[in-house]
């Protein structure tokens, strides 16, 4: 199983980022994936789900209306539209597959939002 995490980088603030997370070595389309953050010196936490079928989706409080997370189950690759990107929203990015017990996880990617 891998999931590769990629698209991460140094973006000033207002600016955007777009996450890919190619998967292999499972059945993409039966899992939910989504994006995880953690910020230094902090928790790792939610930021975006997107359930299997597609058509449903979660997010943070913090960033509604400014990502956006999509699946391509034809490429086994997720992604997060990451707009008007904030100093706050500086962490190293995960991706996550999530069905009943099972969980894999990427490596992460670094997103830096600094002036």
């Known amino acids: 199983v891998q999931l590769v995490e990629s698209g991460g980088g140094l973006v000033q603030p207002g600016g955007s980022l777009r996450l890919s997370c190619a998967a292999s070595?499972?059945?993409?389309?039966?899992?939910?994936m989504s994006w995880f953050r953690q910020a230094p010196g902090k928790g790792r936490a939610l930021v975006a789900r997107i359930f299997s079928d597609g058509g449903s989706t979660n997010y943070a409080d913090s960033v509604k209306g400014r990502f956006t997370i999509s699946r391509d189950n034809a490429k086994n690759t997720v992604y997060l539209q990451m707009n008007s990107l904030e100093p706050e929203d500086t962490a190293v990015y995960y991706c996550?597959?999530?069905?009943?017990?099972?969980?894999?996880w990427g490596q992460g990617t670094q997103v830096t939002v600094s002036s």
């Open positions: 996550n597959a999530h069905r009943a017990l099972t969980n894999y």
């Open positions: 070595g499972f059945t993409f389309s039966s899992y939910a």
